[in-house]
Every structure is written in C-alpha cells, then in structure tokens.
C-alpha cells in the first residue's frame, strides 16, 4: 500500500513538473497544438504504467524526453507503409504551421525560425530543439534518440548552419 | 548559439488555449492515478460487501437457526394433547413446504430428546 501510495505521489510530481516542457517539445516536432496534446497524454500515460522500471532518478527527464519523441515519431509515420522522407515531412510539417488555430502569425521572425527549424531532417531537429530549447548536455540528447554524442553534436552544428543559412536568404 | 539567434531566442509562434496546462493535468492524473484510487475504493469495497454477505448468510444463519424454530415450536407442542399432536403433524406432513420445516424441526427435536 505504501509502495502505490508512493508511486502515486512519485508521479503526479513527475506530471507537475514536467507535463509543459514535454509538450513543447512534442509541439516543437509535431506542430499541431490538437496532436501534441494527445501526445502528451500518452507520453505521460504510457510514463506512469513503466515508472516501476525507472532505476535512476537523475534519468527522468531523458527517460520522459525519450518516450515523447518515439511517440512523436509513430504519429508521423502512423499508417505509413514506408517513413516519409525529409522533405515530404517538412511540408507537411509546413503546412501544418501555416493552418494552425493556436499559432501567432504576427511574428514573422519567430515563424521564419521555426520554418527553418521545421525544414532539417527529423533526427537534426530533434536534436537541435532538444540542445537549443531544453538545454540539454550531447550525453542527454544521445541517449533520447539513441545515438552517440558525437554524432549529436555534428548535427546540432549541421542543423545551426543550416538554420542560419535559410534565415539569410 | 545564444548570440546566432538572439533576436529570436527561445520565444516560439506556438501557443495554447486558456487552462490547457491545468487541464491537462487534471485530465492525466484522473486518468492515472485517479483511476488507480478508483480502483483501489472498488476493491475495498468489494471485499467489505462479500465479507457482509458471508457474514449474513452463514454467521446469523447458523446463530439462528437453534435458537428460533426449536424453542418457539417446542413450547407450542409441549401443550398439545396427544389427538392435537397428531392432527397438527398430519396437516404439516400433507404440506410439501411446511414438511420441509418439519424435516428440519426433528434435528431440532432429537436434540431435545423428544
């Protein structure tokens, strides 16, 4: 009784603190305020069935981080034969920013930043929102999209050039 | 990278409907934990309402059972004369329910020696 008692105590902390950074970066990747939200929900559903395997406390953040991403990365493909490629993802992902009800278009330096931002490669992207919003060390990132921190820092830098590269033209 | 960017920052075109955050929370850990709780009262209750119902079919039957039919129908026997007796335990023998309970009534009967 004490251990669910603690399990539920663990958990709803655990939504507290982090139901708004994982929906940013759910809404980061999907665009879509009405996807990000359900998303969320079954990233922090899917959380609280697995809490009993989580070992190490100091992990939560990467482990939360990692089940959203795999999440978003189904719903993009979901009922796709083949993944899409980077290109048809990014004009979806476009598409998405350009009919939203829960998006500031006044802005226009901020939307020409997150349509470049939407325009890298799902795996730059992740990384790079992971790096330049979450703050988060190359091991982190590495461990969420299950590479190496080398091969994360070559495409935060790929993913910077490319950034400003579009944000000059 | 700070420097690349700063005109922009972390500032995103992105928002959210009013309450979305406290909403959401609401809604996960209802979903969550809420329906752990639920489940957890369901039990308990459970198990208090068939404790209450074992309890109610064998513990005040059995608590009964010596202490009603003999006593109240031995004393109403005890002041038959023998032609009462013997109408009395036709009539009940002639009912498919009452000689059920007559059944039952010489357990009780034998244990008083009758």
């Known amino acids: ?169 | 990278m700070e420097k690349e960017f700063n005109k922009v920052g972390r500032r995103m075109p992105y928002r959210v409907p009013e309450g979305f955050f406290e909403a959401q929370e609401k809604e996960i850990l209802a979903k969550s934990v809420g329906s752990k709780t639920r489940f957890h009262r369901w039990w308990v209750g459970g198990v208090a309402a068939a404790a209450c119902l074992m309890v109610g079919l064998f513990g005040l039957h059995s608590a009964d059972e010596p202490t009603f039919a003999p006593t109240a129908l031995y004393g109403y026997t005890e002041q038959m004369n023998d032609e009462e007796l013997t109408t009395w335990v036709e009539f009940y023998e002639a009912d498919i329910f009452l000689s059920d309970a007559t059944t039952n009534m010489d357990i009780t009967f034998n244990n008083y020696n009758l």
């Open chain 1, 1 to 169: 009784m004490q251990t669910l008692r603690k399990k539920m105590l663990n958990f709803t902390e655990l939504v507290k603190r982090y139901q708004e950074p994982l929906y940013w970066h759910l809404r980061r990747l999907v665009v879509s305020h009405e996807d990000a939200r359900d998303l969320l929900q079954e990233t922090l559903l899917q959380a609280w069935q697995k809490i009993d395997t989580l070992r190490e406390e100091g992990a939560v953040r990467g482990w939360l981080y990692k089940i959203a991403t795999h999440a978003a990365y189904r719903h993009l493909n979901r009922n796709r034969i083949h993944p899409l490629s980077t290109e048809e993802l990014s004009n979806m992902l476009l598409e998405r920013l350009q009919g939203s009800d829960y998006v500031d278009y006044e802005e226009e330096g901020l939307l020409r930043f997150q349509q470049a931002i939407l325009t890298l490669s799902e795996q730059q992207r992740t990384v790079f929102t992971l790096r330049y919003y979450d703050e988060m060390s190359y091991e982190e990132i590495a461990r969420v999209v299950d590479s190496s921190p080398e091969t994360c820092r070559v495409a935060y830098h790929n993913a910077t050039k490319r950034i400003q590269t579009l944000l000059k033209e």
